[in-house]
């Protein structure tokens, strides 16, 4: 696990490798063990790639990077784990390689050679990383399937920048970027954010999870080629025809598979515990696998017992006979590491309940562990929160099985924490064209136009008003709108913002965090599967997941209906700091299209419970300060 950097340029400054070295120190919480730089001279002007490196695998100096064939030809800086590092060496030896490190970046080096993008399949891991082809002049950018490590670029005046961080980026323009006015609206009013290739500074993109972007460097100084991103994976949904057990049974196996090739480590590895399902699999399997070794758990424990797990996470602690660490976090501790938390993540995020993660990885630090594994993407893959209830609405509509989905609407609505009403609102949506959608959503009171912001400002920036509705259109959604939901989102409308979260809290302490739960096998199996076998006729989240755990999980787990979100008590601890809230807002200069006395009167009416409670309160903060922090509270 490590931080890359990378720049290409045509105009070489004097000062080129001390101030490329300054800017990848500031990727050395990424990677604390070890950094490299390579600095290229190329026809068409000079390219450098660095990494600082988190040991994980091979802990010698073998692992060094940047890493270079003997023939000097590849070079590759790679932030991430290759988990099936083993089985692609043996393959590779058949192949005629030959081994020198048991590190995975000497797999990953050697696959590209003889794979290319054809091999990324293959990869059972998480990855960003670049490779240069002195032969072709040629860099290639990579970012694996679901976009869990980051990687984000610019291609600016002949110009290519990299990094697994966009604070190290900008630290090599030659300029300060500008805010991305469209992404900070979508953000403030509509709460979106990860969920494309824009960011919240101008000109600065991320590359979409599963896709590579190949430049040719000559031909992109002449100008003589157009460098778009290509997408290498796209799984099908196509149903296949396979009964219920059967699947669950080759659900349990991948998953098993998945965690006894992640459990690969030359460090001290844990595993976070929230008390649901997912994380309580992933330790539960931990033990099947590894009946003799310790586990530590990690949770985050709420102070308000109306949404504490702490009853889930003891059963699970005990079941396993687990080193249990909890995490309590605070709203005093929230306004003392407010700063941190923003710096940390790099860019606006959607609620406080990131502070619970970032606390519960610096207790893992603390603890002395390296190597986490983690349960995000389950949800997303097996269709958990409510389950995604209208797409299983829509895929029964197409295939005219009208009675069944009313009877599917009237179980859904039955289970704890819905409701008819709630089902109705989704229902209603069905009968909503695209083109009335922002309408429809300021009659429920999100207003696309609201008195804090500077509209006309906005317009004469050319801001789009409308709701930006990421629904597919993909062909092969006909019938299978649940599997294409989770499709859309496992690949980049809506876990990403998720795994930005989990990576920059994580590296932040050093820490590897391992999503067991995101593999291409597993995903490419799910989105296979009938729909009822995710979403159940009577409205049973993650069905077939709960059935493949049986034996392996306590049922009283399994058999939850009243799992919550992970979350902070928000409101509480936004009355409680009402005022160090609203210094925010007072220390700061007024941004362009935001004022700052209407801002602050939406956070006052919130806390004293003048209007109901709204994430955009959270949403205004974050902005303003995260604002105030990278611009150095100039008007922007």
């Known amino acids: 696990m490590c931080g890359i950097l990378g720049v290409f340029t045509n105009e070489i400054s004097e000062n080129f ?121 040629s860099i290639t950018l990579v970012r694996d399937a679901f976009g869990i490590k980051p990687l984000f670029y610019c291609l600016n005046d002949n110009k290519l920048y990299f990094s697994s961080e966009i604070n190290a980026l900008i630290s090599l323009l030659p300029s300060a970027p500008n805010l991305n006015y469209q992404q900070a609206y979508n953000y403030l009013v509509w709460g979106k954010y990860d969920n494309d290739e824009q960011t919240f500074y101008k000109n600065i993109y991320h590359l979409k999870p599963s896709h590579s972007l190949t430049i040719k460097l000559k031909d992109y100084v002449d100008g003589k080629k157009s460098m778009l991103p290509e997408r290498w994976w796209w799984p099908s949904i196509k149903e296949q025809d396979i009964s219920f057990n059967v699947a669950a049974k080759k659900v349990r196996e991948i998953f098993l598979e998945n965690i006894r090739l992640q459990l690969r480590s030359d460090v001290s590895i844990g595993a976070a515990l929230s008390g649901g399902i997912d994380s309580s699999a992933i330790v539960c399997a931990i033990r099947y696998l590894e009946p003799e070794m310790p586990i530590h758990t990690f949770s985050y424990i709420s102070d308000d017992e109306s949404i504490s797990e702490e009853k889930w996470v003891d059963i699970i602690n005990n079941y396993v006979d687990a080193i249990s660490h909890k995490v309590k976090a605070g ?176 590296m932040r302490f050093s820490i590897e965090s391992r999503v067991p739960f995101l593999t291409i096998e597993m995903a490419e199996f799910v989105l296979s599967l009938p729909e009822s076998y995710l979403l159940s006729d009577v409205g049973e989240t993650k069905y077939i997941f709960r059935e493949a755990m049986r034996g392996i999980v306590p049922d009283e787990i399994l058999d939850r209906k009243d799992k919550m979100g992970f979350g902070t008590p928000e409101l509480k601890w936004l009355k409680k700091n009402k005022k160090e809230f609203l210094k925010i807002f007072k220390n700061s200069n007024q941004i362009n299209f935001l004022n700052n006395e209407k801002s602050m009167l939406v956070i006052q009416e919130i806390a004293s419970g003048k209007k109901p409670f709204t994430p955009k309160a959270w949403k205004l903060i974050n902005y303003f300060l995260w604002s105030s922090l990278n611009f150095n509270n100039k008007k922007k």
């Not at 590779?92 to 970046?105: A, M, P, R, V």
């Not at 207790?363 to 097996?382: M, N, P, S």
């Not at 912001?453 to 649940?482: A, M, T, V």
Request: hydrophobic fraction near 35%; aromatic fraction near 12%; glycine fraction near 8%.
């Open 17 to 137: 490798e001390y101030n490329f070295q300054k800017s990848l120190k500031l990727l050395n919480h990424r990677g604390p063990d070890d950094s490299g730089l390579n600095i290229f001279t190329t026809n068409g002007g000079i390219l450098a790639i660095g990494q600082t490196r988190l040991s994980i695998i091979d802990l010698t100096s073998s692992g060094h990077q940047p890493m270079q064939t003997d023939d000097g030809r590849y070079s590759i800086v790679f932030n991430g784990e290759i988990y099936n590092y083993i089985e692609l060496r043996e393959e590779l030896k058949k192949e005629g390689y030959i081994f020198k490190t048991n590190s995975d970046t000497e797999v990953l080096l050697n696959a590209w050679i003889e794979w290319g993008l054809d091999g990324v399949v293959k990869y059972n891991g998480m990855f960003s990383f670049a490779v240069y082809d002195v032969l072709n002049n």
């Open 331 to 506: 709203s005093d501790d929230l306004i003392q590491n407010l700063d941190k938390l923003i710096k940390t993540q790099g860019e606006p995020f959607g609620s406080s309940s990131i502070y619970a993660q970032y606390k519960v990885f610096e207790t893992v630090r603390e603890a002395g562990i390296t190597v986490i594994l983690d349960g995000q993407g389950a949800d997303e893959l097996f269709a958990g929160y409510s389950g995604y209830p209208l797409e299983r609405i829509r895929s029964l509509i197409d295939k005219k099985k009208y009675i069944k989905a009313i009877k599917f609407i009237n179980d859904w609505s039955k289970w704890p924490i819905r409701s008819k009403k709630q089902m109705a609102l989704e229902c209603i949506s069905l009968l909503i064209p695209e083109s009335f959608i922002t309408f429809s959503r300021k009659i429920i009171g999100d207003n696309p136009k609201p008195n804090w912001l500077d509209i006309n400002y906005l317009k004469s920036n050319k801001i789009n008003f409308s709701y930006p509705n990421l629904s597919s259109k993909e062909l092969d959604s006909f019938g299978r709108r649940l599997s294409d939901k989770l499709r859309n989102t496992i690949t980049g409308n809506g876990l990403t913002s998720l795994l930005r979260h989990e990576d920059r809290n994580s």
